[in-house]
């Protein structure tokens, strides 16, 4: 008698879909940074840029282990595969931004502050809830303070951790994106070895974007979790980058010559990252039928990858 072997089911939304865990370290471009990390003297850039470093190195170790919490009820092997690249890549981006906090801190930036608080299971600062104290006491930001602390939460339900990661991959993937196609975000940077690790870092974000997703949805994570957790995402990751950014920017001296701040502040009305693209983009996750690998990246991740990886020219001066 003949026995037939049921398919496995289909988890993953591109089984074909594969990225390495590259081998890279970025500490001689690290150890050699001077302060000035963004160009034409743009102090909330770089204040911004360090305050993003910052949330890295725990943020990514929250996402790892969203994923893996639920790597036992994976039973596509393509999906297991890309979950443990997507780890692999995790893992190295945390090594790399705890080594640049630190660098930047002795900058005088605010890396090591917003690491800390992450370490200490917390992103919202006692002077920071002082803030929101009194920024939501009236009008349409009176309940932001609520939502905030909400995503603020030391200990999400693990479906609610993972909700939270495929939320914040969307938030990282669509910076990363932008970054790499905009010659504009570019030449903020003001050293081309600090841009090639954004690059590096940007690239992979974009190979792995639908990871967190495809496990979340594979676990049966409804559509209201879903879009709640980008609600509590969007609240927490501007309020938190915001503050940082902007206390630090108010704290350097470097704001008060020439009017670098108030040229920092002109500057921003053209910064890709504020665009109404940008937010567009961002928005497409709240669709119920949105899916991470309907922005394609494709052909931008193997325009960069090769400059990235050692060879060629750098695309943007191509």
């Given at each position: 008698?003949s026995t037939?072997?049921?398919?496995?089911?289909?988890?993953?939304?591109?089984?074909?879909?594969?990225?390495?865990?590259?081998?890279i370290s970025?500490?001689?471009?690290?150890?050699?940074?001077?302060?000035?990390?963004?160009?034409?003297?743009?102090?909330l850039?770089?204040?911004?840029?360090?305050a993003?470093?910052g949330?890295f190195?725990?943020?990514?170790?929250?996402?790892?282990?969203a994923?893996?919490?639920h790597?036992?009820?994976?039973?596509?092997?393509?999906?297991?595969?890309?979950?443990?690249?997507?780890?692999?890549?995790?893992?190295?981006?945390?090594?790399?931004?705890?080594?640049?906090?630190?660098r930047?801190?002795?900058?005088?930036y605010?890396?090591?502050?917003?690491?800390a608080?992450?370490a200490?299971?917390?992103a919202?600062?006692p002077?920071?809830?002082?803030?929101?104290?009194?920024i939501?006491?009236?009008?349409?930001?009176?309940?932001?303070?609520?939502?905030?602390e909400?995503?603020?939460?030391?200990?999400?339900?693990?479906i609610m951790?993972?909700?939270?990661?495929?939320?914040?991959e969307?938030?990282?993937?669509?910076?990363?994106?932008?970054?790499?196609?905009?010659?504009?975000?570019?030449?903020?940077?003001?050293?081309e070895?600090?841009?090639?690790?954004?690059?590096?870092?940007?690239?992979?974000?974009?190979?792995?974007?639908?990871?967190?997703?495809?496990?979340y949805?594979?676990?049966g994570?409804?559509?209201?979790?879903?879009?709640?957790?980008?609600?509590?995402?969007?609240l927490?990751?501007?309020?938190?980058?915001?503050?940082?950014?902007?206390?630090g920017?108010?704290?350097d001296?470097?704001?008060?010559?020439?009017f670098?701040?108030?040229?920092s502040?002109?500057?921003?009305?053209?910064?890709?990252?504020?665009?109404?693209?940008?937010?567009?983009?961002?928005?497409d996750?709240?669709?119920?039928d949105?899916?991470?690998?309907?922005?394609?990246t494709?052909?931008?991740e193997?325009?960069?990858?090769?400059w990235?990886?050692?060879?060629?020219?750098r695309?943007?001066?191509?």
């Amino acid at each position: 008698m003949s026995t037939t072997t049921e398919p496995v089911p289909r988890q993953t939304s591109d089984p074909d879909r594969t990225f390495p865990v590259r081998r890279i370290s970025f500490a001689s471009v690290i150890e050699g940074l001077d302060q000035d990390v963004a160009a034409d003297d743009d102090v909330l850039m770089a204040h911004l840029v360090a305050a993003l470093s910052g949330l890295f190195p725990d943020g990514e170790e929250i996402f790892i282990e969203a994923v893996r919490h639920h790597r036992d009820q994976i039973s596509d092997p393509d999906l297991l595969r890309q979950v443990n690249a997507f780890i692999g890549q995790e893992v190295t981006h945390g090594r790399e931004h705890r080594l640049l906090n630190e660098r930047l801190a002795e900058l005088g930036y605010r890396s090591k502050l917003v690491e800390a608080t992450l370490a200490n299971d917390a992103a919202i600062t006692p002077a920071m809830r002082r803030i929101l104290k009194v920024i939501t006491r009236f009008g349409p930001l009176s309940d932001l303070r609520d939502r905030i602390e909400e995503a603020d939460s030391l200990e999400p339900e693990p479906i609610m951790a993972l909700a939270l990661t495929a939320a914040l991959e969307h938030y990282t993937a669509t910076m990363a994106e932008t970054l790499l196609r905009e010659p504009e975000l570019q030449r903020r940077f003001a050293d081309e070895g600090f841009f090639r690790m954004w690059a590096w870092h940007a690239i992979e974000e974009c190979e792995h974007k639908a990871v967190a997703f495809d496990v979340y949805k594979a676990v049966g994570g409804d559509e209201e979790m879903r879009r709640r957790a980008m609600r509590l995402a969007t609240l927490a990751l501007a309020f938190i980058a915001g503050y940082h950014t902007v206390v630090g920017a108010l704290g350097d001296r470097r704001s008060y010559r020439n009017f670098n701040l108030v040229r920092s502040v002109w500057r921003l009305r053209s910064n890709p990252l504020l665009s109404k693209e940008f937010r567009t983009r961002l928005a497409d996750y709240n669709r119920p039928d949105f899916h991470p690998l309907q922005h394609d990246t494709t052909e931008l991740e193997d325009t960069w990858r090769g400059w990235i990886e050692g060879d060629g020219v750098r695309p943007s001066a191509a």
